[in-house]
């Protein structure tokens, strides 16, 4: 009879953790709310142990009274041994198990997820890391140089190569004491929710803020502190310079200016970090005119961020382990039977099906004179706009051709489209169980295996240029369709399944036209990728066919929106606008064993590179813009078929 005090004594702290640790994450805390008010502690107190308590009994017919004393229940031992009650005793003994049984399997469950949900911060980014914060709402209190100055102070931003760049990777202080802060002006009342922190981003220096306060303001002069109830908090900042760190306030503010001022930073470098700001916008009632607002997208399609295992839901009436195509994919299969198939081409390392959209009138089928043309996202895993876009792609492209959009009429009946959303399966799930803001600049880039799959096909480049140097093309060694060299067919040869897969794929369909969607800049390249002197890291590599390479390029830059945005400052340390947006990707930096090389040389299928924006991983609240910023360039691209 002892279970019920000690299940209950074990239950009341386990229903309170949630509601204190909880506490600093939940948005809807009020400034009334600190624990250390001895009321609220009292209120606090009694109420969480009771929604637990009720619920477990509920089902029970006659509950033991939680007001029995020592007495009774040392009685009602007494009574068991002698025989006089045992019938009784019995069934309340089993009662209690039952109640154990209800309580340790449901309960902890639920309050787990209801600590997760109230940690998990609800106001999306201000946008330091995708642009919308300009340059101008950035201000510190002093700067080491112009390169290091509060404008570089965004997460994720990376620096140049050389020491001393004028783009360097974070923002530094001009002086190592407790006075420095970098100021983010929201321009508008804003419901500060958390911060997130990252060191500089550098190959020379190690420099990051271990701790720091914030401060809010409405004007700029009076400031006031975060705090935990009545104390100042001093928030625990970052242990090395790449993983950012995410700390919620303990209670929303509403203000215009947030600061974030260092206290500690690591022992050998300086003031040096990259943030992103939290918070929900709010109206202004001193501002009579409307702020200015993203374009609201009028395709009605599902903006949000798809994971595998949500999407793989199997269909009514298949077993629960029987493999089916993605959520989405499926469900557009399903509106648009006559124009769409869902296909396989091939399994991650840990074993999650590649899946792709055929759009074509005659699915599953090649027609004579009918170009092949494909869209692939997700080579680096943790670079998922292109993933999303791709599936956005599938809904519109359904939608309209139901509705005899005859735009999307006339290239869905003139060309069969593959939309291959995720190459590397494995590693999006890596970046998407860390979240938008968390991931950083590299989780998930890589396989599970850890391989860079852009660099991973085979090396037909260094044959071709030695077969032209000894005048062997085109009468001994061709110059397009070159076979794979034997020794990466080698069951030992570090191939991904991911890359074999890709392989055996663009051998099956003869595509003529395809593009590999990144992200973390703005930027279209063309091959090739990999520079003619192998020693260089930059050089003007062309190909035979650079005219046609340098329009397809172009056809994408010049109609995306963000590209063509003439006062957007360069995402990192390259300012591409000076030549259009495009650029030869050998002289952007080499990659040896890139897919658009091997897509050139060994099928003589056309791609090109994509870098669709400044963020790897945007916020979901961003999909709608930016599918809006390259929605005609999507289009426009499958039509140069």
Same mark, same amino acid.
């Given at each position: ?83 006089? *009650? ?47 914060? %300009? ?5 510190? %209190? ?6 290091? $100055? ?44 958390? =911060? ?56 929303? =503010?509403?203000?215009? +200016? ?30 009579? +005119?409307?702020?200015?607002? *993203? ?15 949500? /999407? ?5 009436? *298949? ?31 840990? $074993?999650?099906? /590649?899946? =792709? ?65 995720? /190459? ?18 590299? /989780?998930?880039?890589?396989?599970? *295996? ?159 590179? =994509? ?31």
């Amino acid at each position: 009879m002892l279970a019920l005090p000690l299940l209950l004594l074990a239950l009341a702290p386990a229903a309170w953790v949630p509601g204190a640790h909880g506490a600093p994450a939940n948005a809807t805390l009020s400034p009334g709310s600190e624990r250390s008010s001895s009321s609220s502690r009292r209120r606090g107190v009694t109420a969480a142990p009771t929604a637990p308590s009720t619920s477990g009994r509920a089902g029970l017919e006659e509950p033991l009274p939680s007001s029995k004393s020592e007495g009774q229940r040392a009685r009602l031992a007494e009574e068991k041994e002698a025989g006089g *009650e045992a019938r009784g005793t019995t069934k309340q003994s089993r009662r209690v198990k039952i109640v154990q049984k209800k309580v340790l399997k449901k309960k902890p469950k639920a309050s787990a997820q209801g600590a997760a949900s109230k940690r998990e911060p609800q106001c999306p980014p201000l946008g330091l890391e995708s642009l919308r914060v %300009s340059d101008s709402q950035l201000r510190a %209190s002093s700067i080491k140089r112009y390169g290091l $100055g509060a404008h570089r102070g965004r997460l994720n931003i990376q620096s140049g190569i050389h020491d001393g760049d004028f783009y360097d990777g974070g923002w530094c202080s001009g002086h190592e004491d407790r006075n420095q802060w970098l100021e983010i002006d929201a321009r508008r009342p804003t419901r500060f929710t958390g =911060v997130i922190t990252q060191g500089l981003n550098s190959i020379w220096t190690y420099d990051w803020v271990t701790s720091y306060k914030v401060q809010f303001s409405n004007d700029t002069h009076a400031w006031q502190p975060g705090r935990n109830g009545t104390e100042e908090v001093v928030f625990q900042g970052n242990k090395d310079p790449e993983t950012p760190v995410l700390n919620a306030l303990p209670t929303p =503010v509403v203000a215009r +200016y947030i600061r974030i001022n260092p206290q500690t930073w690591f022992e050998n470098g300086t003031i040096c970090l990259r943030a992103e700001i939290l918070g929900c916008p709010l109206p202004d009632p001193n501002n009579i +005119y409307s702020w200015e607002r *993203e374009p609201v997208p009028t395709d009605k399609l599902d903006f949000r961020h798809h994971d595998y295992k949500e /999407m793989r839901k199997p269909q009514a009436g *298949e077993a629960s382990r029987a493999p089916c195509p993605p959520q989405l994919m499926k469900k557009v299969n399903d509106e648009c039977p006559n124009i769409t198939r869902v296909y396989s081409i091939g399994k991650s390392y840990l $074993g999650l099906k /590649m899946y =792709v959209m055929e759009i074509s009138d005659n699915p599953g089928q090649h027609e004579l004179g009918e170009p092949e043309f494909r869209y692939v996202a997700g080579m680096h895993g943790n670079e998922v706009l292109g993933r999303e876009l791709l599936l956005n792609l599938m809904e519109y492209l359904c939608r309209e051709f139901t509705r005899g959009n005859p735009r999307v009429v006339r290239l869905v009946s003139e060309t069969r489209i593959h939309l291959l959303p995720s /190459m590397n399966p494995d590693g999006y799930e890596t970046a998407y169980k860390l979240g938008s803001e968390l991931s950083g600049w590299a /989780m998930g880039r890589w396989t599970y *295996e850890g391989i860079d799959l852009n660099h991973n096909f085979a090396d037909l480049n260094t044959a071709l240029w030695d077969a032209e140097d000894n005048e062997l093309v085109p009468h001994k060694f061709p110059n397009h369709y070159i076979p794979i060299p034997e020794y990466y067919t080698f069951a030992n040869a570090t191939v991904a399944p991911e890359t074999r897969a890709v392989i055996d794929w663009m051998q099956k369909y003869p595509f003529v036209l395809s593009a590999n969607l990144h992200g973390g800049e703005l930027v279209v390249t063309y091959p090739f990728d990999m520079t003619r002197t192998y020693w260089k890291a930059q050089e003007l590599t062309p190909t035979p066919d650079d005219p046609v390479f340098r329009w397809l390029a172009t056809v994408y830059a010049t109609t995306n929106l963000a590209m063509l945005e003439d006062e957007r400052r360069p995402c990192h340390y390259e300012d591409f606008t000076r030549e259009g947006n495009i650029i030869n990707g050998a002289n952007w930096h080499t990659v040896p064993g890139s897919m658009n090389d091997f897509s050139y040389l060994h099928t003589n299928c056309f791609e090109v590179t =994509v870098e669709l924006s400044c963020d790897k991983f945007p916020h979901a609240s961003e999909l709608p813009a930016e599918w809006e910023n390259n929605k005609e360039s999507l289009l426009v691209f499958m039509e140069q078929t």
